[in-house]
């Protein structure tokens, strides 16, 4: 099974960017999303960013996988 990462683009430099995942921070090449700007959302997978994501859309992942976490840690999951 493959999972493609959200993140957030922070700097481009020669098509490849700088994504913060919840901070930690990866180069990311960005030939498949050559438009790719500073500040926007991305699906990344095996280093390569695959699709870009709206802020909403983002947001919304990033949250189920704070729920995972939550889980994990025996915390309440955020309300729906």
């Given at each position: ?10 700097r ?69």
């Open positions: 099974m493959c999972l493609a990462i959200p993140g957030l683009v922070q481009i430099q020669n098509g490849i960017a700088i994504v913060d995942f919840g901070g930690l921070t990866r180069e990311i090449a960005l030939d498949l999303v050559p438009d790719t700007q500073v500040g926007d959302y991305i699906l990344a997978h095996a280093g390569f960013a695959i699709q870009k994501l709206d802020t909403q859309e983002a947001e919304e992942i990033l949250s189920l996988f704070q729920d995972i976490e939550r889980c994990f840690s025996n915390e309440p999951p955020n309300s729906i």
